[in-house]
């Protein structure tokens, strides 16, 4: 974590954005940084620490040290999506070796690791990471090199013990990476829990707008595997671009706000379509009825994300319906911005998904909950009457 002059709390640091003030103007927003190379000082050396604009960017930095502070890590690198962020950790490692990863986990990266990753020479065993047990059946001593998680997991919501995994990987000389994007760094630390690295699509929260797409990886230790994931950076050019990096930067300077908005409409939410009429299950690590409840309640701090699931009485058609007949909800992909979104997301994830058909997935944004559940539960309603 950089050094800070007073304990500050990570809300006051973010809403300040380290407190970064430019020399020469004293303006209180950094300028951002477009260069894409640097001048040489009359001896040939870099003094700057600026060479070439695909290591280097000032902006860049100034986002990623806002994301080590917010993670407690020692170092953080922002890309160019959470994708790139994901796929450049797979790279880091070598063919032949072995990833345990989660069944209920983000679609497309899923995919590429049952496709592409395949054909890069790396095995990965897919199982239920909430059950330690399985977790321990599946890691191969001297071989799996890596154990991905994703808590609480899109789009079930289930939640993953990450102390428990980061015990058994460590003991097997695994590393073990955490997609945090739905629980941000405001409700879970994962490095603080024992995981190495802590991932983010920060097209999501971190920035939560909807307007940039980012990716971020922040570590608990700048070791030889961290400077592969760096190395994979640099060389593809997947750095995040200065104007999105100074994006990201506005966006985290109210994550605090956001995300405890979003937390405590989506428990709101969560209790009322508990007792909906058309409504089967709501998925939700915030009700005492979800299985990884007791977990997320000590995993999780300060609420249970903004993220749910609810599954139709009347299965995929009165889901898509009620998804038709939304005004104030917006119906498309992606989640984490201010604005609430809701999704079919069978539809998206298609065949091989553990996504149920019936089941509509609800990000929700900073508006006012009672316009949000009048908006949806008109829509349900409509759905189920048109049978
Ligand atoms: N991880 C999770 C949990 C996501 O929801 C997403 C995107 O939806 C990603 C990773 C990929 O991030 P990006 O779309 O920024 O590449």
Redesign the pocket.
Known sequence: MPETPENWSSRTLAAQAMGKVDAATKAVVPPIHIATTFLRDPDNQYRSGNVYGRPDNETVREAESIIAMLEDAKAAIVLG????A?VAVFLALKPGDHIVAPKVM?W??RNWLLNDAAEWGLVTEFVDTSDLEAVRAAIVPGKTRLVWL?TPS?PLWSITDIAGVSEIAHRAGARVVV?S??ATPILTRPLAFGADIVMH????YLNGHSDV???ALATRTEDEFWARIKRVRAIQGLILGPFEAFLLIRGMRTLSLRVKAACESAMDLATRFSNHAHIAEVLYPGLTSHPGHALAARQMTGGFGGMLSIRLRGGEKQAIGAAAGVRLWKRA???GGVESLLEHRASIEGAGSPCPLDLLRLSTGVEDVNDLFADLDRAIRDAAAQG
């Open positions: 999506s959470g994708m790139s994901a983000y497309a990266l994703e899109n997609d994007t739905g699509s920060a097209t999501k797409l980012a990716g992909t992606s989640l």
